[in-house]
């Protein structure tokens, strides 16, 4: 079946705009994961959702920072006020459970000039 | 706070030789590790995960658990051009925990 997807594959903005960074799940997971990864690093961990609700939303850096899943399925993340700092690629993963394999989707690679 | 730390590398072997990929944790009571291959660009990739003390093989990959000393390693066994890419260890601490923390990884070029 049809893996992780996420939109747009690249985003570039302006220091200040709000963008908002979308992941579809394989059908049937419900726990869902967004991370971000800078250059040279590991993928860091942002927010994890059980169905609709942010189960643990420990990672986000800062009240900048939003996400939702209102359906149990598809899952957006919303930066405010972007920063420079913002710039990476954002990782989306999806599992059937929060103990299962994650299985990644793309990414979506953010540049705030 | 947790750690996984990895050797960044790059590491390079000769194709046909093995790759050793190593990986430390510092959270004791973690009880499932992955790991995760990124070709430049791309997303992280499953290649193993493992759970129990002692070996799991996998065609050419072999993970290699070791609770007691806080280790995990990969073993790439005839290693091929199209294996070179970043290896990305991550631990699951579970205990409700739903963070899976991940190493910086460790980039392997493979010689033709």
């Known amino acids: 079946g049809a893996g992780v997807s996420q939109t747009p594959s690249n985003k570039v903005t302006e220091k200040g705009k709000y963008v908002e960074l979308r992941c579809d799940p394989i059908s049937g997971h419900t726990a869902l994961y967004w991370y971000r990864q800078s250059l040279g690093q590991g993928p860091e961990f942002l927010i994890y959702f059980q169905g609709t609700g942010a189960a643990d939303d420990s990672g986000l850096p800062n009240d900048r920072f939003f996400a939702v899943r209102p359906e149990g399925s598809v899952s957006t993340l919303k930066i405010q006020r972007t920063e420079r700092g913002d710039s990476a690629v954002y990782l989306c993963?999806?599992?059937?459970?929060?103990?299962?394999?994650?299985?990644f989707g793309p990414g979506t690679r953010l540049t705030v000039l | 706070q947790k750690e996984v730390e990895q050797n960044s590398g790059p590491l390079s072997v000769p194709e046909g030789a093995i790759a050793s990929l190593n990986c430390t944790y510092s959270d004791r009571g973690s009880q499932s590790f992955f790991w995760y291959r990124q070709y430049s660009g791309k997303s992280p990739e499953l290649i193993m995960f493992?759970?129990?003390?002692g070996d799991k093989e996998d065609g050419r990959f072999t993970a290699q658990l070791n609770k007691a000393s806080q280790y995990v390693s990969l073993l790439i066994r005839d290693s091929q051009p199209s294996d070179s890419a970043t290896y990305l260890c991550?631990?699951?601490?579970?205990?409700?925990?739903?963070?899976?923390?991940f190493g910086k990884g460790t980039k392997l070029s493979v010689i033709p």
């Open positions: 493992i759970y129990s003390n």
């Open positions: 993963a999806s599992s059937f459970s929060d103990r299962a394999v994650r299985y």
């Open positions: 991550a631990v699951y601490s579970g205990a409700g925990s739903y963070q899976l923390t």
